[in-house]
């Protein structure tokens, strides 16, 4: 069940398809979403199917250290590219080292960045994930799996047996502005299809989608989006939608929302909540049968299922910062383990746009937090140590994390 998502200009993520030869280049932020599991065990894993995409085309990927499973593998099959996140195994014990819980029989929305280290205090417990990744090709069809033990081979992972994670991902369709128009930014259509119809009915399970929106002109990336950013939408793009996938239906089996980006913006973000429909269906063709079909009913909508972000970019523009931070750790690890209980860490960011930043430490794992330079961990135990900083602009760019590694005498 995923609450939250982070995409690009594509398909789930990756970049917009390329329009007529005028239409100004597009490029992909990340896509992140968080995802709850609803499979009835522990889960130690989870799997994207990118179809249609080399392992090359995959740029980059949200892992350690705020995920709990680190950073995935990504690796080739036929037709496509597989991201693959998995805890370690331990032979000598035969468990598996990480784990997701079970999420709660009632969902709350996240707006998609909650469930990672930085994004709730609970989040080892809550019974969910944020994974993300970026692309620089459009998959053709993205599939979404949690992975459990599996019950006939110890130390192999399985696909759930609840099915695929299914939550449809927007792809962009960009065109320039009309010949003479004042505002000269492009015409986006973000289009929404819903997933194949099963292959035992003609008709697959409905559900309800709603859309928000926000524009800016600063750029979108993970920065922005696992924050609690002001480019997070909450303005209501389309209240009700009722999707329902397969052929035959008279339900919508897309969802397309069309708008001109505003002159001095360049950044698109649009947040997809899914819910479940829980109407009736007709009992001989499995159509759905909504009391009202942009209005519903308690009683016809049910958990939320997605909350799926995503996020488009357009070139340069005015006011656009798309650079992203570096920041340093000044501060020199002991070349010998010294006995103290404090320790004081300094780092400094630098960017060509930017002269403040917000940074964000984390020790031995916590959940990151804002810090200053100069910050000092107390109450150190004699051992291995580790901080994480990373650094955001005024734009929220983030940086790549820094780390520094040290160990105290006992």
């Known amino acids: 069940m995923v609450a939250g998502a982070v995409i690009t200009a594509g398909g789930l993520p990756g970049t917009s398809r390329a329009g007529a030869s005028t239409t100004p280049t597009q490029f992909g932020t990340l896509s992140n979403f968080d995802v709850f599991n609803d499979t009835g065990q522990e889960t130690h894993g989870f799997e994207v199917e990118l179809d249609g995409v080399a392992p090359a085309d995959v740029i980059s990927v949200f892992g350690a250290p705020y995920e709990r499973y680190g950073d995935p593998t990504v690796t080739a099959f036929s037709g496509g590219t597989m991201v693959t996140y998995a805890s370690p195994y331990d032979a000598a014990s035969q468990t598996w080292q990480v784990g997701t819980p079970l999420a709660p029989a009632v969902i709350t929305a996240t707006m998609g960045h909650q469930c990672w280290t930085g994004g709730s205090s609970t989040y080892l417990t809550d019974g969910c994930d944020h994974f993300g990744l970026g692309l620089s090709a459009t998959p053709t069809n993205i599939v979404y799996n949690w992975l459990t033990a599996d019950p006939n081979q110890a130390g192999q992972l399985v696909h759930a047996s609840t099915g695929s994670v299914a939550v449809p991902a927007p792809a962009f369709n960009v065109t320039p502005a009309p010949v003479g128009a004042v505002n000269q930014q492009p015409v986006v259509q973000a289009v929404v299809n819903a997933s194949d119809n099963p292959a035992d009915a003609q008709l697959g399970d409905a ?31 389309t209240e009700w939608a009722i999707l329902q996938p397969g052929a035959g239906g008279s339900l919508a089996q897309q969802l397309s929302n069309e ?35 942009s209005n519903p009913v308690a009683s016809d909508v049910g958990n939320l299922t997605g909350n799926q972000m995503v996020a488009l970019n357009l070139p340069g523009g005015p006011n656009a910062d798309t650079s992203a931070p570096t920041i340093t750790i000044k501060t020199k690890a002991p070349k010998k383990p010294k006995k103290t209980t404090t320790f004081k860490v300094t780092f400094k960011a630098t960017d060509p746009n930017s002269k403040h930043f917000t940074y964000y430490c984390a020790l031995d794992g916590a959940v990151p937090s804002p810090c200053v330079s100069g910050v000092t961990f107390t109450g150190l135990t004699p051992g291995a140590h580790d901080v994480v900083t990373y650094a955001a602009d005024q734009a929220n760019n983030a940086s790549a994390p820094a780390t520094l590694h040290w160990t105290i005498a006992g």
């Open 259 to 293: 708008f001109q980006v505003n002159a001095n913006d360049n950044s698109v973000v649009q947040r997809y909540e899914y819910y479940q429909y829980t109407g009736a269906y007709d009992p001989e063709t499995h159509e759905a049968l909504p009391i009202n079909d």
């Open 207 to 237: 559900f309800w989608a709603k859309v928000y929106m926000s524009q800016s002109p600063s750029k979108a990336d993970l920065g922005h989006l696992v924050t609690d950013d002001p480019q997070v939408p909450t303005a209501v793009e």
